[in-house]
Every structure is written in structure tokens, then in C-alpha cells.
């Protein structure tokens, strides 16, 4: 008898039906999607954060939040991504800093640009621009190199942040010019820029829109354009190898990337959906009109190529320069 209950009552059990696996909600419906920016707000790498927000909002059908992390030349922000789950809910908005010159800029980085992210999209390479405080006395790039040469009390230059590429600029124009000068970092562009504004540093490179409303302002002036050629925003501004400075030649990019691991699908679809926004009318008007960007949109493969190109290039000049960041 025994035998016989117990029998029942693995039959009765098995006719229990089996409890229905959890659902998993699919990408990216489950929650707000997160795009951490590493500089400050209202610098060039917000400005291209916050217009693909936007437009990722939109095609998502899901919120896209920016969240700002400041530091260590977007090092902060980098390493906080790197460790965030690889589950599409996390984008990065890269640099040339933080996925090229800090490799070699800093003794301990806390992430590895090569290994800890999936590549999404080269979004724009954008030009840098000599700017100089207007109570400085000079109006070319050979003026200031005579003042630099004659007062070494003018020998200071402002960036955005140790390892950003404004600061790799200015060790640049350093190492053609021969003169040591010495480099004053910042959290930032708008910091930076009020204090050139000030007059509390001479000079600083820097992109072109950020410094327009204070040199429309008169308290800053431009000097030179870092690009080969020319850009169509100030076409009368002469570009460094023009004035006289030979070899000067380094344009700034942003990129945008998700923690390694994160799903190929999902990646292909943020690829799309940026490539898709970066040829949109609005977008072009802002970031290339506005902005002096020259708008890219590449594939993962593309960017991760990009990155290998650009980080012995870096490398090799920061190891000429002496620049260290700790």
C-alpha cells in the first residue's frame, strides 16, 4: 500500500504543470538607457552626448539619460562604464583622450581602452583652435611665439584636462617651437576658457565653438586653426602650419562605446541608430554647421581600427613632450 501511495503521488506531481519561466523584457524596454559623459557639461563631448541622447530617445522609444562624470581627462568616467554591466543600458560618449592619449599618459590607468569596451560608432573628428587671451598683445602665431620666447612669465598654457587632446596641443606647439612650457589643467572647457578670459593663464587650444561667445565677447581672440585646412566656421582663420609652425597638424574625435560584453545585437542596433542620427538635417546643422564637426559615423570595426592607429601615435608624442599624468 505504501508502494502504491507513494506511486500516486509522484504521478499526481508530475501532472502539475511545470511553473512558467520568468519573462526577460526585451532591450532596451526594461529601463532608461544611461550615456556618461566624462567632461564637464557644456564642453564639445556633452554637446555630442546630449544630441544623441536625444535622438536615441526617439528611435529607442526609451529614455536616454546623460550623466556627467567629470576627471582625470574622462579617465573617471571611462573606468566607471568599464565596470558597468554589459547590458545595452550603458553608453559612453570616448575622446581621443580617453581611448587614445590616456594609454600612455598615465602611469596607472584604471581601465584598458582596447579591452574593456565594445566599439559603437566614431561620431565626428572636430579641429582644435589657438586662443589667447585679447589683452595679451598679439594678433598671429608668430607674435606669440616672440612672447613666449622673450617673457618666460607668459609660459603657461590652460586645457580641458591633463591627457585631453588640447592639452597634447599645447606640448605639441611646445616641442615645435622649442620652448618649455608649462601646462595648467583643468575639469573642463568653460573653466578653463574663463581664466584665459580672465587673464589668468595667456593662451590655450581648444575647440572653436566653445570659445566663439567670449571672442565675440573681445576677451578672447583666435589665432590659428590646428586642422591641414581651413574650416568653413571661421574661414579667415589661417591654420597652424600657415602661420608658420611646420608639422602642426592634430584634429580632436568622439566616439561612443559600450562595456565589453555587451550583446552584438545590440550593438549593431546602436550602431544603426547613430549612423541613422548623424545624417538627420537637425543633427548636421548642429554638430557640423554649429559645432565645425566634421560628422563621421563609422562601424564598430572601423572605430576599433581608429583606436590601434591612434594610440602609438599619441604615445610616441607624449613620450617626446615628457608629459606624465598621475
Known amino acids: 500500500m505504501r508502494f502504491i501511495r507513494l506511486a500516486a503521488a509522484l504521478l499526481s506531481a508530475a501532472l502539475v504543470p511545470l511553473a512558467a519561466p520568468a519573462q526577460t523584457t526585451e ?36 529614455s ?35 581611448h587614445a592619449i590616456n594609454a600612455s599618459l598615465y602611469k596607472k590607468l584604471s581601465y584598458d581602452p582596447m579591452k574593456d569596451f565594445e566599439p559603437v560608432s566614431l561620431v565626428a573628428r572636430l579641429p582644435n583652435v589657438l586662443i589667447v587671451n585679447s589683452q595679451l598683445g598679439v594678433n598671429s602665431v608668430a607674435e606669440l611665439v616672440a612672447l613666449l620666447k622673450k617673457d618666460e612669465s607668459k609660459r603657461t598654457f590652460a586645457s580641458s584636462g ?33 581664466d584665459v578670459a580672465a587673464g589668468q593663464v595667456p593662451f590655450m587650444f581648444d575647440q572653436v565653438t566653445a570659445a566663439l561667445p567670449l571672442v ?48 552584438k545585437p545590440i550593438v ?17 546643422a548642429k554638430l557640423s554647421g554649429q559645432l565645425a564637426m566634421e560628422l563621421v559615423g ?3 570595426e572601423e572605430l576599433r581600427d581608429h583606436m590601434a592607429r591612434e594610440i602609438p601615435r599619441w604615445a610616441e608624442l607624449v613620450k617626446k613632450s615628457g608629459a606624465v599624468a598621475d
Open 64 to 98: 536616454v539619460v546623460v550623466d556627467n562624470k567629470p576627471g582625470q581627462a574622462g579617465g573617471i568616467g571611462a573606468a566607471y562604464v568599464a565596470k558597468a554591466a554589459p547590458d545595452g543600458y550603458t553608453l559612453f560618449g570616448g575622446t581621443i583622450s580617453t
Open 216 to 263: 565675440k565677447s573681445g576677451k578672447l581672440k583666435l589665432l590659428a586653426v590646428t586642422t591641414a585646412k581651413r574650416i568653413a566656421l571661421v574661414p579667415d582663420l589661417p591654420t597652424m602650419i600657415e602661420s608658420g609652425i611646420p608639422g602642426f597638424e592634430m584634429s580632436s574625435w568622439q566616439a561612443v562605446y559600450a562595456p565589453k560584453g555587451t550583446p
Open 162 to 194: 591633463a591627457g585631453t587632446s588640447t592639452h597634447l596641443a599645447g606640448e605639441m606647439f611646445a616641442d615645435l617651437i622649442g620652448v618649455k612650457l608649462t601646462h595648467v589643467p583643468y575639469k573642463g572647457t568653460p573653466p578653463a576658457l574663463t
Open 298 to 300: 563609422s562601424t564598430p
Open 27 to 62: 532591450w532596451p524596454a526594461a529601463k532608461p538607457i544611461v550615456y556618461v559623459v566624462p567632461f564637464t557639461p557644456g564642453g564639445s563631448t556633452d554637446i555630442v552626448g546630449r544630441t544623441l541622447a536625444q535622438k536615441l530617445g526617439e528611435s529607442l522609444k526609451q
Open 268 to 284: 549593431q542596433r546602436l550602431n544603426a541608430e547613430i549612423v541613422k542620427a548623424l545624417h538627420q538635417p537637425d543633427v548636421q
